[in-house]
């Protein structure tokens, strides 16, 4: 399903229509089935002909033990030289199924309009090289691109940003989960 919502499948494809048989049949004969959520259960079901499943088990997403700080006295933020600046914080996968497209046209129409405004990516990911290729060639000033960052310093680099940017590609209903948004919303 994500293939599809990535534009990497087409659905009507013979290879789409081979692995949709695999997945039924593995579903039926599974001994249990865990989702991340309602919408990836909702999917699930849908894919089994069916609107309930007592082999279904729903693992929920949590947040870590992470608390807000102020972003003025953010190391990483001292670290970029942002602390003057409103960051909007992308974390996690730049990739296919994520709007980074839309987020590079928006850093492109702030960047000479409003100075103030900074985005900063943290992650890898499918789309990486070409955001930061393409911030070059734009040669984008309010855009900063880091690879991914270990957990143990997630309390550092959740906190800083002003405004977190979460999304998925439509067509990933059910199908991806923005775990990292409980995070967020914590701090």
Known sequence: DAAYAAGLLRRDSLLA??????????YRFADGI???????????LAKL????????????NWAD??????????PLLAELNLTHKFVLLHIGNIGRLQP??????????????????HFLFIGD??????????????ALSNVT?????????????????????F???PGMYGVGVPSRMYNAMAV
């Open 17 to 26: 229509r081979l692995i949709e048989f695999a997945h039924r049949r593995l």
């Open 34 to 44: 865990c989702v991340c959520g309602r919408d990836m259960a909702d999917v699930i």
């Open 49 to 60: 002909g069916t609107s309930d499943d007592p082999r279904m088990v729903m693992i929920p």
């Open 65 to 74: 033990d992470v608390v807000p700080t102020d972003p003025r006295s953010n």
């Open 100 to 117: 980074i497209e839309a987020l590079f046209r928006a850093a492109c129409e702030l960047n000479a309009s409003d100075p103030t405004i």
């Open 125 to 138: 990911g499918a789309q990486r090289r070409w955001l930061e290729a393409a911030s070059i060639e734009e």
């Open 145 to 165: 691109i880091l690879g991914s960052r270990p957990r143990s310093d997630q309390q550092v680099f959740l906190n800083a940003g002003h405004v977190m940017v």
């Open 167 to 169: 999304g998925l590609v």
